[in-house]
């Protein structure tokens, strides 16, 4: 059983950087491990994800070019760079895990994750 913790999270101004991340303990496999962010009153929205085989990425627009997702092997981790941040990206962060797949496997669905973190906050100030 794969366990996932975040890190990192933070109060930042706009148009600054910060880079959270994943540790999972256990096996993961051909598995999607992606990142979701969910702010008051509002659901939680998919924002990156990344296959832990083959380092393929799937990112939702509003983040696409600002927030990079990459993953390390060597730490089980997985981390996602946020730049250039903006005041709407405020929200809880929580990182998911599917069930083994395949290596080519992506999804933004949030029902398709099995695995999940207890959030780690960002917040970010205009």
């Known amino acids: 059983q794969v366990q996932l913790t975040e890190s990192g999270g933070g109060l930042v101004q706009a148009g600054d950087s910060l880079r959270i991340s994943c540790i999972a303990s256990?096996?993961?496999?051909?598995?999607?491990v992606g990142w979701f962010r969910q702010a008051p009153g509002r659901k939680r929205e998919f924002v990156a994800t990344i296959n832990w085989v083959s380092g393929g990425t799937l990112y939702a627009d509003p983040v696409k070019n600002r927030f990079p997702i990459s993953k390390d092997n060597v730490t089980f981790a997985v981390h996602l760079q946020m730049d250039n941040m903006k005041p709407e990206d405020t929200a809880v962060y929580y990182c998911a895990a599917t069930e083994p797949k395949s290596w080519t496997f992506l999804t933004v669905r949030v029902g398709e994750y099995t695995t999940w973190g207890r959030g780690t906050q960002v917040a970010v100030s205009s």
């Open positions: 256990g096996r993961i496999g051909n598995s999607a």
